[in-house]
């Protein structure tokens, strides 16, 4: 079955810097790919997906690229802000039903 | 608010009593999913239904384990003779026919046995 492995675990940045959060997959049959947002008490809440008929997707100061190649896929946040401090997860599939594997999470801390 | 309820919201129960959770999906969502989320990690799929049919259940769903979805509605989630390492979040989330796309969940239903 799919397995993902996301790093960096934590990440900590000042408002204003860029994040980047990087995925990889094990299933090359992958082919939708989403990130979702989780607040601290929350539910989890897509923020941004990919297919992979498509290399990168931009959604104003969010990102997401893919490299079907190398199996692998990064979040890109620009001109971060507190309030993008969540956990964020990353997530694969191959299932044509749309049963998601996802990766252990990144805790994004961004300091004013 | 017409998204993803689950309830309760909260349980704590005994080490060995059973406990149940339902999940009222969208109500245009034939699809439903189950997943567990433990501190610190992402969330672990078990089980998935289309309309009523459960069509998937993981590993991790051993026999105390058993989730329905009447009607194609509703769905339960029992766990019978509750263990402490069933501590977790139980989140539910739907999602449209068709290919993969969006899961909209839940604000799921934490479980903690003492």
């Known amino acids: 079955g799919e397995n993902v492995e996301q790093h960096p675990s934590t990440l900590s940045v000042q408002e204003g810097d860029s994040a980047v959060i990087k995925c990889t997959y094990s299933d090359s049959a992958s082919n939708y790919f989403p990130w979702y947002k989780q607040e601290l008490g929350k539910r989890p809440q897509l923020i941004i997906d990919i297919r992979s008929n498509v290399g990168e997707k931009k959604d104003q100061r969010i990102a997401v690229t893919l490299n079907k190649t190398a199996k692998h896929f990064s979040l890109h946040i620009t001109e971060t802000q507190p309030e993008d401090s969540a956990v964020y997860f990353c997530?694969?599939?191959?299932?044509?039903?749309?049963?998601?594997?996802f990766g252990q999470g990144t805790i994004l801390t961004v300091h004013p | 608010d017409t998204g993803v309820s689950q309830n309760p919201r909260h349980k704590i129960t005994k080490r060995g009593q059973n406990v149940t959770f339902r999940c009222d999906p969208i109500?245009?969502?034939?699809?439903l999913y189950w997943y567990r989320q433990t501190l610190g990690q992402g969330p672990e799929f078990l089980t998935y239904?289309?309309?009523?049919?459960?069509?998937?259940k993981s590993r991790l769903l051993s026999d105390r384990f058993s989730a329905e979805r009447p009607k194609g509605s509703f769905s339960t989630l029992e766990i019978q003779r509750t263990e402490q390492g069933d501590s977790a979040m139980y989140l539910c989330?739907?999602?449209?026919?068709?290919?993969?796309?969006?899961?909209?969940f839940g604000e799921g239903s934490r479980l903690t046995v003492l």
């Open positions: 239904f289309q309309n009523e049919a459960q069509l998937e």
């Open positions: 997530a694969g599939t191959s299932s044509s039903y749309g049963k998601l594997t």
């Open positions: 989330a739907s999602s449209l026919a068709g290919g993969p796309g969006e899961l909209f």
């Open positions: 109500s245009e969502h034939n699809r």
